[in-house]
């Protein structure tokens, strides 16, 4: 399978993470392949933000001009903040922290990473079982072998996770979300997140002027949704949220339990096989960050390894990895803290506490909101 005599990487998954190292490595001059086990890419109907580490780590790829490309040319226009269910804005964003803030369609953003890649890199309906030393167990389409470098970017059950010792496995936060995107644009007076009892409701402007929206209810693990429940809960909040579920054509609005990893891995590297994305760090998306740790997971990971991109010797590989592990799991780790833990306070639903934190929002300088939420975007590349 191998035709070249370059630093050979098998990316399994075919998310952004993967997408991004895949294509930073094939830059760097390291010979590819990328096992996706979806027969073929569908649209996903749903948004996300994309931050100024995510555009650092872009343009350390060489990836951010395709992207820039499918974005709008600025900033969202209205005020982003938090609000309450009768509208009630209890906190606002100042203008220069999310001056950087982009939300994209997901679709948009794959197949501007898919862009960057030579024919023929993703083989799609290839399903890994799993890890062996350096060989990948393909089923029924054969083993992979002789890899250099193997990159576990298939998410939060991650299959290459699952041959590391001490795999943590997924935990669910108690709660999960309608993700979707308007069928036609709508106009908004503001953006942000909104505040009940127990539930949230977000929305951000696409490029297009359409709108990217998520709805979260409290709910045991295995409880799906009513059909008509999405409009029975928030049909009656704050204006533009009526319109914006009227906009939606329902059967594209997708739902998904919200899960993180157990716990935290001791590594996200062993030997020649390493980890990016939701199969090292998966995290609520209450800070936003999930796409853009990826992207910074891809630039840190590219950067080590270039230097064999043409001179691969595999004795190096695990030094180099090693570096990768003690590079991100710091950080990653602690942003993923973070966000399950916002997660949690977004998610109180007893009466007093909820009044609480809403007033709490209401009365904290907006600096320090400002602050908090410019801090996981503070990030630079390696040189």
């Known amino acids: 399978m191998w035709r070249t005599n370059s630093l050979r990487v098998a990316v399994v998954g075919a998310g952004i993470g993967g997408l991004a190292a895949a294509s930073g490595l094939q830059r760097a001059g390291a010979e590819v392949i990328v096992l996706e086990q979806a027969a073929r890419f569908l649209p996903r109907g749903s948004g996300l933000s994309l931050f100024s580490n995510g555009f650092a780590a872009l343009r350390s790829l060489g990836l951010e001009e395709p992207v820039r490309a499918v974005l709008a040319d600025g900033p969202p226009s209205v005020p982003i903040g938090t609000m309450r269910a009768d509208g009630t804005m209890l906190a606002a964003f100042a203008p220069a922290t999310v001056a950087d803030l982009r ?15 030579a024919p023929d890199t993703v083989r799609p309906g290839i399903r890994v079982e799993g890890l062996s030393s350096a060989t990948l167990d393909l089923g029924p389409s054969g083993l992979l072998e002789d890899a250099h470098v193997i990159v576990g970017a298939d998410g939060i059950r991650s299959r290459v ?7 943590p496995g997924a935990a669910y936060c108690g709660y999960g979300a309608w993700r979707g995107i308007t069928d036609t644009p709508v106009v908004l007076p503001d953006g942000g997140e909104t505040f009940g009892r127990g539930e949230r409701f977000g929305y951000m402007p696409l490029r297009d002027g359409r709108v990217y929206w998520f709805a979260v209810r409290p709910s045991p693990a295995d409880d799906l949704p009513e059909p008509g429940e999405l409009l029975e809960r928030y049909g009656a909040w704050h204006d533009p949220i009526p319109e914006i579920l009227a906009a939606t054509d329902p059967t594209r609005a997708g739902y998904q339990p919200i899960e993180r990893l157990a716990h935290p891995l001791r590594t996200y590297s062993r030997g020649q ?15 936003g960050q999930g796409a853009n740790l990826a992207l910074e ?3 840190v990971l590219v950067s080590l390894l270039r230097p064999l991109a043409h001179d691969p010797d595999p004795r190096e590989v695990p030094a180099r990895l090693s570096a990768y592990d003690k590079a991100r799991r710091p950080r990653t780790q602690r942003i993923a803290r973070q966000a399950h833990l916002l997660g949690a306070a977004g998610q109180w639903d007893s009466p007093g506490v909820a009044l609480a934190r809403d007033l709490a929002l209401r009365l904290a300088p907006d600096r320090l909101l400002d602050r908090a939420f410019r801090r996981p975007q503070r990030w630079s590349p390696p040189d």
Do not use: E, F, K, N
Not at 103 to 117: F, K, N
């Open 161 to 167: 996770r699952g041959s590391h010792a001490g795999d």
């Open 297 to 299: 997971d891809a630039a």
């Open 273 to 287: 096989a390493t980890l990016v994305g939701d199969a090292a760090h998966a995290m609520p998306p209450t800070l």
């Open 103 to 117: 939300v994209i369609d997901r679709t948009d953003l794959h197949r501007a990473l898919l862009s960057g890649l």
